[in-house]
């Protein structure tokens, strides 16, 4: 649990609701959490279902791993307790879009089941889609357009998931999108279904 270290602070409570929101954008905010290895297609996925979800007039945005760390979490790196406090801070944030009614995919390896399940107890039942986008060391290797596995098994990047750090596959998530062999048009399809079948799109 994070220390809070603000004193003599009060929650301000607004006069609209999540449900006035949600009411306007005609759909159920929700934090859709995609981990993976990296190369897995998180982030491909993520991306191609929010253009898709705009698309049909629903209301989306991506929280992306590597462009976070360009801003808000710019000041940790990959060791276990700043890869815990990473996931921590985009929780929150998501929390935030997610009450504000929007549909948010966040595209973070997220290795640790408890950090995992530390955002899910952030939202409200219902309100966190956890998706494990699977996919074999081998294959993730085989896409590794940065070359950072190659770097890793080199010994130049050290605390890297899946070679030299471990990664925490979830034990009960929401939806299994295996993408050994199926295309990401497939992958953002199931995704896509998942959402409406839940009730999450509206009408």
Same mark, same amino acid.
């Given at each position: ?51 898709a979800l705009l698309d049909r ?9 590597? #462009? ?6 710019? #000041?940790?790196? =990959? ?7 990473n996931i921590r ?7 935030? =879009? ?29 309100? =966190?889609?956890?998706?494990?986008? $699977? $996919? ?23 605390? =890297? ?9 979830? #034990? ?7 993408? #050994? ?23």
């Amino acid at each position: 649990m994070t220390e809070q270290k603000a004193t003599n602070i009060t929650w301000h409570a607004g006069q609209v609701e999540r449900r006035d929101r949600e009411q306007l954008l005609g759909q159920r905010g929700a934090t859709v959490w995609l981990t993976g290895l990296s190369g897995s297609g998180k982030s491909t996925i993520a991306v191609a279902a929010e253009k898709a979800l705009l698309d049909r007039g629903r209301h989306a945005y991506v929280l992306d791993g590597d #462009n976070i760390r360009h801003g808000l979490n710019k #000041n940790l790196g =990959f060791s276990p307790e700043d890869r815990t406090e990473n996931i921590r801070r985009i929780g929150e944030v998501a929390k935030l =879009f997610t009450d504000a009614g929007l549909v948010v995919f966040t595209s973070f390896i997220s290795p640790y089941r408890a950090d995992r399940d530390l955002v899910r107890a952030l939202h409200d039942e219902g309100r =966190f889609v956890e998706v494990h986008v $699977a $996919a074999s060391v081998d294959t993730c290797e085989s896409r590794d357009v940065k070359g950072l596995y190659k770097k890793a098994r080199a010994g130049e990047i050290k605390e =890297f998931t899946g070679i030299s750090a471990p990664y925490e596959a979830p #034990n009960k998530p929401e939806l299994v999108i295996d993408t #050994n062999g199926e295309p990401v048009e497939k992958s953002v399809e199931r995704l896509v279904a998942y959402l409406e079948a839940k009730g999450y799109l509206g009408s």
